[in-house]
């Protein structure tokens, strides 16, 4: 694949299965930028990253591997068009880390307000592992590594983002080049995607908390899980007038349903804002958005699942598209760091200004 196109880096980390969170955050996003055929997408299995805090448990990343490359292609992803590698297997990854991290003060890191609030989830307080605490360094290491422009997250990734452009200014600046790229965040296009909640009504969806919807759940699990989602609790009989803003069925409908839905599975109002309407003002139950919200998560999730289908049972072909994609990924990355080590200097056997200067 020529260069031409402009770069797309992306990932996750292989610690369970995706969910709607992940779909709505970034993964329909790349699917959608990697089917105009503008970009080059590499996609990223974040092992490293996944050990910052399951290092006493790497079982727990082995088994997701081929797990979550499953769930690319399920996705959408097309291996053809895009290259899926393992961060792990790249050297760049370890090199330019600590490059950058000599361009990072500890207390910009203290101040990320993403790497406060995985903190605090994860009540690490002063026990916080070095490798996690790194984390936005890392993370620039993945994107300039490849010189991707473009960056698909969720709105909480948006302060990792800032960092990782603040080293690449740095960089830059310090070395008196142009080499690395500044990388800038594609957004959901729906505000609702941003940051999905979870179905217990948590700000987060996360696999840690338990609350999510999987990209691999079947029919029956995700009617099971729809029909048992937090709502209103304000709105405990029919007639009561509801909140639609914080309620975690009509985030989801605002995140996945269509006119054409609206019109197909609740033929009573033409849009969903009509719906909406009805419930603050009452006499609309909560069973009833259930159900529309399920009819709208069975279609969406239908074609996930027919893809999973077709691929499940190849693990070999899954493992061919990692390593096929990690080659690519080295070749590309090796040529970064090449650059990197020239502007600082350190490219000792191979500069002739070196070598003229202090060898002949």
């Known amino acids: 694949m020529a260069n031409e196109k402009e770069i797309i ?92 991290s000599n361009l990072v003060t500890m207390s910009r890191l203290e101040r990320n307000p993403t790497i406060k609030n995985e903190i605090k989830m994860r009540g690490f307080e002063r026990s916080i592992p070095v490798g996690f605490m790194t984390y936005p360094i890392s993370q620039a290491a993945d994107i300039t590594a490849f010189k991707a422009k473009y960056v698909p997250v969720g709105e909480d990734q948006l302060p990792m983002l800032e960092q990782a452009r603040e080293i690449v200014s740095s960089f830059n600046r310090i070395y008196k080049c142009e080499i690395l790229v500044e990388p800038q965040a594609v957004l959901p296009d729906n505000e609702s995607c941003n940051r999905l909640v979870g179905i217990d009504g948590n700000a987060k969806m996360s696999k840690s908390l338990g609350n999510c919807i999987y990209l691999k759940d079947d029919e029956k699990t995700l009617k099971e899980k729809v029909m048992s989602m937090y709502t209103d609790p304000t709105h405990i009989n029919v007639s009561d007038p509801g909140h639609t803003e914080g309620n975690p069925v009509f985030i989801y409908l605002d995140a996945f349903c269509t006119d054409e839905m609206i019109q197909e599975y609740a033929p009573d109002y033409k849009t969903l804002e009509e719906m909406k309407e009805h419930y603050r003002r009452g006499g609309l139950g909560d069973m009833k958005c259930k159900k529309l919200l399920n009819s709208v998560m069975q279609e969406t999730l239908k074609p996930i699942r027919e893809r999973r289908a077709q691929f499940e049972g190849d693990r070999q072909y899954l493992l061919d598209i990692l390593k096929k994609g990690t080659e690519r990924a080295v070749e590309i990355s090796n040529k970064t760091v090449a650059e990197v080590r020239a502007a600082i200097g350190i490219d000792y056997f191979t500069d002739s200004t070196f070598l003229d200067k202090f060898v002949k």
Request: hydrophobic letters at 35%.
């Open 9 to 100: 880096l992306t990932g996750d980390r292989p610690t369970g299965s995706l969910h709607l969170g992940h779909y709505v955050g970034s993964l329909r996003k790349r699917v959608e930028m990697q089917n105009t055929g503008k970009y080059l997408p590499f996609i990223m299995i974040a092992d490293l990253q996944a050990l910052t805090d399951n290092a006493e448990n790497p079982e727990k990343i082995r088994e997701s591997i081929l797990g979550i490359t499953l769930d690319y292609l399920a996705a959408g992803l097309d291996p053809e068009k895009c290259n899926i590698f393992v961060q792990s297997h790249i050297p760049a990854l370890y090199e330019l880390p600590m490059y950058y």
